[in-house]
């Protein structure tokens, strides 16, 4: 129809940038905007009253769906499988909800026929990428909008003012000097004092976790039971993976576990000071690694390794959709056939220590293991063993010594050690030979030149 407005799709969670945001699009971009609320586990005001929220300040429609199953089964599977942790230390909240905020996005669009998709990130985080590249690798034709980056409202006064002077209703509260984002997976807090690394991290930024000093006396122990790499129930008791998560952060976060605060390397080159509660994320990577100790081969635990630090950075930068990762996907899959088991995990004061693991498939073999009477391993076999993992290193080192090359049991500058013989350079005998050469062909150009 003629004069019928584009439409753009925004991913909207209710503050005040992706309230802006509807208003902006609407009287800047002249689009129509349809609103998409996802809940991945974060704390909200009510997902009902954050759709009625988005239709007062103008959106055309708003979509809220209940994403939290799939992304346990799809989305945080996954990561357990890759003990997935950016830098060994960071258990990829913000970065696993992402992909599948960005897939409902799409799928959205294609809905409602929307030309566009809206994010409210600004252009020094890493979510921009993520959203972006996620959606363009989902639908490339889809054109992206990212009104935080354009407009000209630079502090949060000027926001508060712009949308006061266009009708969007802020918040009447005073606003946290933190920046949030919360999901299943943790909490990650930024921003405010927390900008000074040498700040120590208030205690008010933190409510998924106790004080660890105000913790319980009395340790709780902790049982897991897993199949194909997933728990499937705690303490004896079956629950969902969702469900499992929900319990651990109550119990991990009661005994103050699941604390971080680290300097995170961005995607953008920036290094930031970020500080994260993950306490069922991390007792879960924990118990899943302690696992995979006992059951993995080692040849397969130890490649394994260098694959989840791929898998890390790979979904930390933005590539959930990736050929790479999809990849990555499949042989991780493939590690988690037999890793089946119990593991038993001790919660104390702030602390996490894995205390029992069991496993049907262990590849833990007591009778190989102990030093005792019923030791059945074959100690004369070591002779030989050693003798062949030696050999290369053995002919190196008879060679680099009948050489004279520095060695490190040898000084070459200070002319100490075994070899006792001077400078590399001076006793190797091709050396000796190009000395030799040298000196004859001066000594021919002398006589030459005296005789011209």
Same mark, same amino acid.
């Given at each position: 129809?003629?004069?019928?407005?584009?439409?753009?799709?925004?991913?909207?969670?209710?503050?005040?940038?992706?309230?802006?945001?509807?208003?902006?699009?609407?009287?800047?971009?002249?689009?129509?905007?349809?609103?998409?609320?996802?809940?991945?586990?974060?704390?909200?005001?009510?997902?009902?009253?954050?759709?009625?929220? @988005? #239709?007062?300040?103008?959106?055309?429609?708003?979509?809220? /769906? *209940?994403?939290?199953?799939? %992304?346990?089964?799809? +989305?945080? =599977?996954?990561?357990?499988?890759?003990?997935?942790?950016?830098?060994?230390?960071?258990?990829?909240?913000? @970065? #696993?909800?992402?992909?599948?905020?960005?897939?409902?996005? /799409? *799928?959205?669009?294609?809905? %409602?026929?929307?030309? +566009?998709? =809206?994010?409210?990130?600004?252009?020094?985080?890493?979510?921009?990428?993520?959203?972006?590249?996620?959606?363009?690798?989902?639908?490339?034709?889809?054109?992206?909008?990212?009104?935080?980056?354009?407009?000209?409202?630079?502090?949060?006064?000027?926001?508060?003012?712009?949308?006061?002077?266009?009708?969007?209703?802020?918040?009447?509260?005073?606003?946290?000097?933190?920046?949030?984002?919360?999901?299943?997976?943790?909490?990650?807090?930024?921003?405010?004092?927390?900008?000074?690394?040498?700040?120590?991290?208030?205690?008010?930024?933190?409510?998924?976790?106790?004080?660890?000093?105000?913790?319980?006396?009395?340790?709780?122990?902790?049982?897991?039971?897993?199949?194909?790499?997933?728990?499937?129930?705690?303490?004896?008791?079956?629950?969902?993976?969702?469900?499992?998560?929900?319990?651990?952060?109550?119990?991990?976060?009661?005994?103050?576990?699941?604390?971080?605060?680290?300097?995170?390397?961005?995607?953008?080159?920036?290094?930031?000071?970020?500080?994260?509660?993950?306490?069922?994320?991390?007792?879960?990577?924990?118990?899943?690694?302690?696992?995979?100790?006992?059951?993995?081969?080692?040849?397969?635990?130890?490649?394994?390794?260098?694959?989840?630090?791929?898998?890390?950075?790979?979904?930390?930068?933005?590539?959930?959709?990736?050929?790479?990762?999809?990849?990555?996907?499949?042989?991780?899959?493939?590690?988690?056939?037999?890793?089946?088991?119990?593991?038993?995990?001790?919660?104390?004061?702030?602390?996490?220590?894995?205390?029992?693991?069991?496993?049907?498939?262990?590849?833990?073999?007591?009778?190989?293991?102990?030093?005792?009477?019923?030791?059945?391993?074959?100690?004369?076999?070591?002779?030989?063993?050693?003798?062949?993992?030696?050999?290369?290193?053995?002919?190196?080192?008879?060679?680099?010594?009948?050489?004279?090359?520095?060695?490190?049991?040898?000084?070459?500058?200070?002319?100490?050690?075994?070899?006792?013989?001077?400078?590399?350079?001076?006793?190797?005998?091709?050396?000796?030979?190009?000395?030799?050469?040298?000196?004859?062909?001066?000594?021919?150009?002398?006589?030459?030149?005296?005789?011209?």
């Amino acid at each position: 129809m003629a004069g019928q407005k584009d439409k753009v799709v925004l991913a909207y969670s209710g503050g005040l940038d992706t309230s802006v945001c509807i208003k902006w699009l609407q009287e800047e971009k002249g689009l129509d905007v349809i609103a998409v609320v996802g809940d991945v586990g974060q704390e909200h005001e009510g997902l009902e009253k954050i759709k009625q929220k @988005a #239709l007062k300040t103008g959106a055309l429609d708003c979509v809220v /769906v *209940d994403m939290r199953d799939t %992304f346990a089964k799809e +989305y945080l =599977a996954k990561a357990l499988a890759a003990n997935a942790l950016y830098e060994n230390k960071y258990p990829l909240v913000s @970065a #696993l909800s992402r992909p599948l905020i960005s897939k409902h996005l /799409v *799928d959205a669009a294609h809905k %409602f026929g929307a030309k +566009y998709i =809206a994010h409210g990130c600004t252009g020094k985080g890493n979510d921009q990428v993520r959203f972006e590249a996620s959606i363009t690798m989902l639908d490339p034709d889809i054109e992206i909008l990212a009104p935080v980056r354009e407009w000209d409202l630079k502090t949060r006064p000027e926001e508060i003012e712009w949308a006061q002077v266009h009708g969007v209703d802020v918040p009447a509260t005073k606003a946290s000097p933190y920046s949030i984002d919360d999901n299943l997976w943790g909490r990650a807090i930024e921003c405010g004092v927390l900008e000074d690394p040498w700040m120590e991290p208030p205690a008010d930024i933190y409510t998924m976790t106790v004080d660890p000093a105000k913790a319980p006396n009395k340790p709780q122990y902790v049982e897991l039971a897993f199949a194909r790499g997933l728990p499937y129930m705690i303490d004896g008791n079956q629950k969902s993976f969702l469900g499992i998560i929900y319990a651990l952060n109550e119990i991990a976060g009661a005994h103050g576990y699941g604390r971080l605060d680290m300097i995170e390397n961005r995607l953008v080159g920036v290094k930031s000071r970020e500080c994260y509660e993950a306490p069922a994320a991390l007792a879960l990577v924990m118990a899943h690694k302690a696992l995979e100790d006992l059951v993995l081969e080692r040849e397969v635990l130890h490649y394994k390794l260098g694959i989840e630090q791929t898998w890390a950075t790979c979904v930390y930068n933005g590539q959930w959709f990736s050929p790479l990762k999809e990849a990555l996907d499949a042989f991780l899959l493939n590690t988690q056939r037999c890793l089946s088991g119990t593991v038993r995990l001790k919660f104390y004061k702030g602390s996490c220590t894995v205390v029992g693991r069991k496993s049907a498939y262990s590849l833990y073999d007591y009778s190989l293991a102990t030093y005792d009477a019923d030791d059945a391993f074959d100690h004369t076999a070591a002779k030989g063993f050693i003798q062949l993992q030696t050999l290369s290193g053995k002919t190196w080192a008879s060679n680099r010594r009948q050489e004279g090359a520095p060695a490190e049991l040898f000084d070459a500058e200070k002319q100490a050690g075994p070899l006792k013989r001077g400078k590399y350079e001076g006793v190797t005998a091709i050396w000796k030979q190009v000395a030799a050469a040298e000196r004859a062909a001066a000594e021919r150009d002398a006589v030459a030149s005296d005789q011209a």
